[in-house]
């Protein structure tokens, strides 16, 4: 890791000093964030791909005025955000973000579907197509803030603090979004994952 | 101390992110080993993230790199642009 960053800083002063080309392999390590971050926020795949383009492109254009001292995937991260959240507010309008509010003060039900008779599934079950499907549905359903939290936590890797500091919100409403995304994809990917589950004995489980 | 079901679910996240003090982290352990439920559900929320992290999951468009890299290498080749007032 330490190394990484290490030839990351290294290429970043080439790039600045004037070698440009190199921006190819320093940006090719961060293009599936670079898309799925605006994907989380436009949620529409042309669109995305477009934005992620015009946030790279930014990225190149201001790499000048990167700091060293911050974390370069976390940098453009912030820049995809800003990106996605420029073009969301083109298409809606100003409101957005007060509804988004909205929805986060009205909380919810988030408790976790209980389930009886679980058998832990086995890893070969979760490869089956259905499942992953079933799961980017209900990921683009969840509340525009939660999925953002989630996306870069969870999808992505960062860990809470930069999560939070990418999106410009406090750790502790990060953690609480996180909780509350994952409570919510529980819920809605039990029943399938309840089919993949072995039955306890013969043939007397609850057939879905 | 002794949890309830309901204390163990509002830490499910903390606790698979190993984010919760010791002592708490040995209180929903210790709930965990004689609560089929609470297991279930730590079981499943984790196979969630599991399915989340898996590439296969959420694909980019076919021929996105491509086209990205092409629109850069465009870019690459405008000489030094003043830069832009945001």
């Known amino acids: 890791m330490q190394q990484k960053s290490k030839n990351e800083a290294e290429l970043i002063a080439r790039i600045v000093s004037g070698e440009k080309e190199l921006f190819h392999e320093l940006i090719r390590p961060y293009e599936r964030m670079v898309y799925l971050t605006v994907f989380s926020i436009l949620k529409n795949e042309a669109e995305a791909e477009d934005a992620a383009q015009e946030a790279v492109i930014s990225a190149y254009r201001h790499l000048g005025s990167f700091r060293a001292e911050a974390k370069f995937s976390t940098w453009l991260t912030t820049i995809a955000i800003n990106e996605g959240r420029k073009r969301l507010r083109r298409a809606k309008g100003a409101t957005f973000e007060s509804i988004d509010e909205q929805e986060e003060e009205k909380g919810g039900d988030f408790t976790p579907a209980q389930l009886t008779d679980w058998r832990e599934i086995p890893l070969e079950a979760l490869e089956r197509k259905e499942l992953r499907e079933a799961l980017r549905k209900a990921v683009a359903e969840l509340p525009d803030t939660y999925r953002q939290v989630f996306t870069l936590r969870d999808l992505e890797e960062f860990n809470i603090e930069e999560t939070a500091q990418a999106l410009g919100i406090n750790t502790g409403v990060a953690k609480v979004r996180l909780h509350r995304a994952r409570v919510m994809l529980q819920k809605r990917l039990v029943p399938f994952l309840k089919t993949l589950a072995p039955k306890r004995r013969g043939f007397f489980g609850s057939a879905p | ?65 491509e086209r990205l890299h092409e629109r850069l290498a465009k870019e690459l080749k405008i000489p030094e642009t003043p830069e832009e007032p945001k």
Do not use: Q
Not at chain 2, 1 to 6: G, I, T
Not at chain 2, 21 to 33: C, G, P, Q, T
């Open chain 2, 1 to 65: 101390m002794k949890l309830d079901c309901k204390h163990v679910w509002e830490y499910i996240s903390e606790y698979i992110d190993d984010t919760v003090d010791a002592k708490l982290r040995e209180d929903i352990e210790r709930h965990l080993e004689h609560c089929e439920i609470c297991s279930a559900i730590l079981d499943s929320t984790r196979n969630v993230l599991v399915l989340t992290a898996d590439d296969r999951t959420f694909e980019l468009p076919v021929g996105y790199s």
